[in-house]
């Protein structure tokens, strides 16, 4: 039960980060300095979780849980929301089915040389 409610924060902020991202995509047309800035962010925040000990204080677990979500937030939807975003009003659907089918397509193995 613990464990759910520590994992609020970066869920609160990841959904934040979506929607937000969304939204300033959506007016400016703009993706790669939003992705650079989530990633940024991101990094950040996963910097001050690897440096997390047991002993630290939940301040310390909530500001990197909340850094590390919203970059992930800003960072997630980002694909999606182009493909949506610049694609003509007739082809959205098949763009949307093609970017969510491909994550039920494994990825290939990996290359092998099988030459002696």
């Given amino acids: 039960m613990k464990s759910g409610i520590n994992t609020l924060p970066f869920l ?16 400016t047309r703009y993706t790669q300095p939003y992705e650079l800035l989530g990633a940024l962010i991101m990094t950040a925040g996963m910097a001050l979780i690897h440096i997390l000990h047991v002993d630290s204080t939940k301040a310390m677990y909530i500001g990197a ?7 992930v937030g800003i960072c997630n939807q980002i694909p999606m929301t182009a493909v949506q975003g ?9 763009a949307t089915g093609i970017m969510v089918s491909k994550y039920f397509i494994p990825p290939p193995p990996p290359f092998r040389n099988t030459t002696i």
């Fill in 86 to 94: 610049f694609s003509k009003l007739e082809d959205v659907a098949s």
């Fill in 65 to 71: 849980e909340v850094l590390f979500g919203f970059g």
């Fill in 12 to 27: 609160a902020f990841f959904a934040l980060g979506a929607v937000v991202s969304g939204g300033i995509i959506t007016k």
